[in-house]
């Protein structure tokens, strides 16, 4: 008989946890508290523009490269369009932009056109991101035997950028990204910075007709392989015996049993759920207590026909000299900075559709409203939603001074939003952050001291396309041998 695995949450770890077992002979049954699967990856439509709430393009994923590996023994299929080689993303700082050109040679180049005396210090930067990138074996697909250097998970993004880089503006420029994972000054490891930068530098790319794409090909496979994936079915208790995990037991009243259980929602979520005394209370102390990366406001942009150039890069806007410390802003200053993106309807497209604009916005901003029901939050909810909205227009507008006269119509997110959605915690949009101050105490462990009780998604690992999926693979090892998935990946 087949083991029978309860998976919580079909987000991008829950889904892909699902293929892999499935693959493997077990009986797959993932439960959704939502009434639409894929939890970051989906997306939703207005007035016939798309647009994708959370994962908004993808890197490695040319012909042979890691992520178009692991997207290939997962069975996903869909179509992709590469991002600018020669600017996939731009950094703006006080109006002056600089380009990340893909690939390595490229990336020093354009860069070092700007600054001349820095091209050994990029040049040593890059030798450093490709090392602690190609030190893990699931980040590169590869047997290695090197080590990754410990001091590059204990120091912090700007320590180390700070000592390669001697020029004040590169120093910053180089880290100009950095609203795709949060960081933080002093708290993030470069380890972090450098699997983001080692990963969109091969190459990126945007998913043709959205990231709910991704959702639905998984969906396929695990069809094709016999699991279920059960909408609108939130996990009121994951239910145990005095040893192990048993199944668990959903709002209405139904119940699932299991031989494994496997979380795909927020620890602080799961530890809600467990009433066992086998998770003992410092555990959940610790769970608790841990922080979480800064919320986001979002402002989705629905563009007049052919009125907005599709815009084939990312660009990130400072009004501020420095990328850093955007997230402590005041009611005077915010936004410190922002992202702004279009989504891709179709290849070589030259019209916008849709687009986005994402700032950082801390929970504590929308508190008086927690408790209250997504569209039921009141005109007050609105307006402040209104207001925040035309504050950040404002800020693109002076880098884009058309874009106003090219909107027809946009909607908005807050923190609030992304909670009530994701279930994550403090409506962070990347989960528990990762904080060199705190050490081992900052990471959370794919195993429980429930034996049969696993944790995947963003918080176990690391955030992103890439950091979920190599989690996935840590996870599901515990099961069937991390060697086994690594295999049956590179021989597949």
């Known amino acids: 008989m087949k083991q029978r695995v309860v998976i919580i949450g079909s987000g991008l770890g829950g889904l892909s946890c699902g293929v892999i077992l ?39 994923a040319a012909k042979g490269q890691t992520l ?14 590469q991002l600018d080689t020669e600017a996939y993303e731009v950094i703006s700082l006080k109006g002056k932009k600089y380009p990340f050109a893909t690939g390595r040679k490229r990336f020093i180049e354009r860069l070092s056109a700007s600054f001349p005396d820095q091209k050994v210090n990029l040049e040593h930067l890059c030798d450093i991101v490709e090392g602690v990138a190609g030190a893990s074996s699931l980040h590169s697909l590869k047997h290695t035997e090197t080590a990754l250097s410990t001091q590059y998970q204990l120091r912090s993004i700007n ?3 700070e000592e390669v880089i001697t020029d004040p503006v590169l120093q910053r420029v180089v880290v100009g990204n950095l609203p795709l994972y949060a960081a933080e000054k002093d708290k993030t490891p470069f380890s972090t910075y450098a699997f983001v930068m080692d990963f969109y530098n091969q190459s990126a790319y945007r998913v043709i007709g959205g990231s709910d794409h991704i959702a639905r090909s998984l969906m396929t496979t695990l069809t094709k392989y016999g699991a279920e994936v059960i909408v609108c079915k939130k996990v ?40 066992s005394p086998l998770l003992r209370p410092a555990y959940r102390k610790r769970i608790e207590a841990l922080p979480n990366t800064v919320g986001g406001f979002s402002v989705y ?15 990130y806007g400072y009004a501020q000299e420095s990328p850093w410390d955007c997230e402590n802003y005041t009611p005077k200053d915010w936004p410190k900075g922002y992202l702004y993106m279009h989504f891709c ?21 929308v508190a008086q ?63 528990i952050a990762k904080d060199i101050n705190l050490g081992a105490a900052a990471r959370v462990h794919h195993r429980t001291k429930i034996p049969n009780l696993l944790l995947t998604g963003q918080n176990i690992n690391s955030h992103g396309i890439l950091g979920v999926l190599v989690g996935t693979m840590v996870t599901c090892g515990e099961i069937l041998t991390s060697e086994k998935i690594f295999n049956q990946i590179v021989n597949g």
């Open 22 to 60: 499935a693959k493997n002979g077990y009986q797959v049954t993932i439960l959704e508290q939502d009434h639409q699967a894929g939890g970051c990856l989906q997306c939703f439509e207005r007035n016939g523009a798309k647009f994708e709430t959370g994962m908004h393009f993808i890197g490695s």
């Open 68 to 81: 178009q590996r692991l997207l290939h023994y997962l069975e996903v299929d869909v179509r992709l369009s």
């Open 159 to 161: 320590d180390v950028v």
């Open 236 to 275: 009121k208790s994951i239910d145990c015996d005095d040893t192990h995990a048993t199944g668990v037991t959903c709002e209405d009243g139904s119940h699932y049993d299991a031989d494994i259980v496997i979380s795909d929602a927020h620890p602080a979520r799961t530890v809600e759920m467990v009433h």
């Open 301 to 315: 942009l629905h563009f007049k026909p052919e009125a907005m150039p599709y815009m084939n890069y990312n660009f």
């Open 345 to 365: 309807d179709e290849e070589r497209q030259q019209w916008a559709k849709s687009g986005v604009i994402l700032s950082y916005m801390r929970m504590e901003d």
């Open 369 to 431: 409203w927690q408790g209250t029901a997504v569209g039921k939050r009141g005109s007050d909810y609105e307006e402040f939603k209104r207001q925040h909205a035309e504050k950040l227009l404002d800020a693109v507008a002076k880098e884009f001074p058309s874009l106003r006269e090219s909107i027809s119509e946009y909607y908005t997110s807050t923190p609030l939003t992304y909670y009530d959605y994701t279930g994550t915690e403090g409506g962070s949009m990347y989960g």
